[in-house]
């Protein structure tokens, strides 16, 4: 079946740390991958996403690849801030469309300036 | 367009009370999903619908539980009758080529 591993946190930095928030997946087929990002008190938002091998998905200075030969698709940022203090979820889609996302367990960053 | 809305965004209520959220998603998108967190099991797939039609209510916890989908711009989430572990926030999240896969803001319910 489908599913997503990521590492356990809290994750605890200082600004302009290095962050680094690892993520594998089981998934049959072709599937696309997700980080999305949850705020204290809000609903979870779209970070970046890939949809086939060697893709990378950036933004915000955030960035992940999808790397299918180590079924990985890790985030990284070079340096983070206090505002990226939040919940991160890996997500994948499976390669049929209109199926559900299946997400990882979530991994609270929290950055202290 | 305003996202995908979720009514109420907070609900208090007694043991064994019917509790209704709803859910309003983006104009054009085709499939709708009903999410539950908690801080022990994580976001977790209680049910989705592909135009009105329920595809797989497999994560559904119970008979407690229910879900509709009458229209394309209208879907309820219904418990009965609530028990405190229910308590927890559920989301709802639609998906189309307009926006792709969009979360509404969560409905926090406490079970008291």
């Known amino acids: 079946g489908n599913s997503v591993t990521q590492m356990e946190g809290p994750v605890t930095l200082s600004e302009e740390a290095f962050l680094t928030i690892n993520c594998t997946y089981t998934?049959?087929?072709?599937?696309?991958l997700f980080w999305y990002v949850q705020y204290p008190g809000e609903g979870l938002q779209l970070l970046l996403k890939?949809?086939?091998?060697?893709d990378k998905g950036s933004n915000k200075g955030f960035e992940a690849t999808y790397r299918k030969e180590t079924t990985s698709f890790h985030l990284e940022k070079g340096s983070v801030q206090v505002s990226d203090s939040a919940v991160y979820f890996c997500?994948?889609?499976?390669?049929?469309?209109?199926?559900?996302?299946?997400f990882g367990k979530g991994t609270t960053l929290s950055v202290s300036s | 367009d305003a996202g995908v809305i979720q009514s109420p965004r907070h609900e208090v209520t007694e043991m064994g009370q019917e509790v209704t959220l709803r859910c309003k998603p983006i104009s054009g998108h085709n499939s709708l999903f009903w999410y539950r967190q908690t801080m022990m099991r994580g976001l977790e797939l209680l049910i989705y619908?592909?135009?009105?039609?329920?595809?797989?209510d497999s994560g559904m916890p119970e008979d407690r539980f229910s879900a509709k989908m009458p229209n394309a711009s209208f879907s309820t989430l219904k418990i009965q009758p609530s028990e405190p572990r229910d308590s927890a926030v559920y989301f709802c999240a639609t998906v189309g080529r307009r926006y792709g896969y969009t979360f509404g803001s969560g409905t926090r319910l406490t079970v008291v």
């Open positions: 890939a949809t086939k091998a060697d």
């Open positions: 998934a049959t087929g072709y599937p696309s």
């Open positions: 619908f592909n135009n009105n039609v329920p595809i797989d």
């Open positions: 997500a994948l889609s499976p390669y049929q469309a209109g199926t559900a996302l299946i």
